[in-house]
């Protein structure tokens, strides 16, 4: 039991920092170009928003769709930093819970601190793009695949697949992680469904949702895209794809 408490306090501590280092002058520095274009994106009715991620909009429109509901609040650089700030507390909170559910508390206290510690996640979470939003689904689809492995129950799975559905509404780099959760079904067996019929039945369903999932994101927004034209159109070379996955990493 002390060890129990201690690690709660621990968590409660990590969450704590991590509500201070996101929201503490959250306004500050103003919002730069990107940044600028989510709440004028956002202004417009949902229709429109629709219509922008189906033609011109690299991003699917779920982030502007969340953000509208913000903006009735004000438009200054704080409130419109609030909704990926929320998330990225979120993020911080799921990351302590699913390594407790793969490992430990304490091993999640630590996945906890780990997350807030990289500089990344943390500018992630003080920007006003979609990107902690998506990273708050993967993390919750990683719940849910934590708790199919523990437990075999079908609840998680419906949550993996919502999960799923989410994230792909978030960003579309969602697909290859995805692809790897179903590799992770076919290969772990849950603990209380020992065998391939599990494993089988889990990577079977996950599957199916997800091409489910990839289909109505297919038909819907990026069959009709301008955006892969645009980008054929910038004769931009491999060597330039290189170099800048290069000075990314």
């Known amino acids: 039991m002390p060890v129990f408490r201690a690690a709660q306090i621990m968590r409660i501590a990590v969450l704590a920092v991590a ?15 990107d940044e600028a274009a989510s709440p004028l ?3 417009y009715p949902v229709d429109y928003l629709i ?9 699917p429109p779920l982030f502007y769709l969340l953000l509208k509901v913000f903006l009735a609040f004000g438009h200054d650089d704080f409130t419109v930093r609030l909704l990926p700030a ?21 091993a999640g206290t630590a996945a906890a601190a780990i997350w807030l510690a990289m500089p990344q996640n943390l ?20 719940y849910c695949l934590a708790g199919w492995l523990r437990r075999g129950d079908w609840r998680s799975m419906a949550g993996l697949i919502a999960a799923a559905g989410l994230m792909v509404a978030s ?30 039945t889990a990577a079977g369903l996950f599957g199916t949702g997800c091409l489910v999932i ?36």
């Open 86 to 106: 929320l998330c990225g507390l979120g993020c911080v909170g799921l990351t302590a819970a699913v390594g407790s559910r793969l490992f430990s508390p304490a």
């Open 214 to 249: 990839a289909a109505a994101a297919y038909f819907t927004l990026i069959a009709q895209s301008q955006t892969p034209q645009l980008i054929a159109n910038a004769d931009e070379t491999v060597a330039d794809a290189a170099r800048a996955l290069w000075e990314a990493v």
């Open 123 to 142: 500018l992630l979470s003080r920007m006003a793009r979609p990107y902690s939003l998506w990273l708050l689904f993967y993390l919750c689809a990683l």
């Open 19 to 33: 509500a201070f280092m996101i929201f503490h002058s959250l306004d500050v520095p103003s919002l730069w170009l």
């Open 41 to 43: 994106n956002a202004r």
């Open 171 to 200: 960003h579309y780099l969602s697909f290859p992680l995805l692809a790897a959760m179903g590799l992770c079904l076919l290969a772990v067996a849950p603990a209380g469904r020992p065998g391939w019929s599990g494993r089988l």
């Open 51 to 59: 219509t922008l991620s189906r033609t011109l909009e690299e991003h």
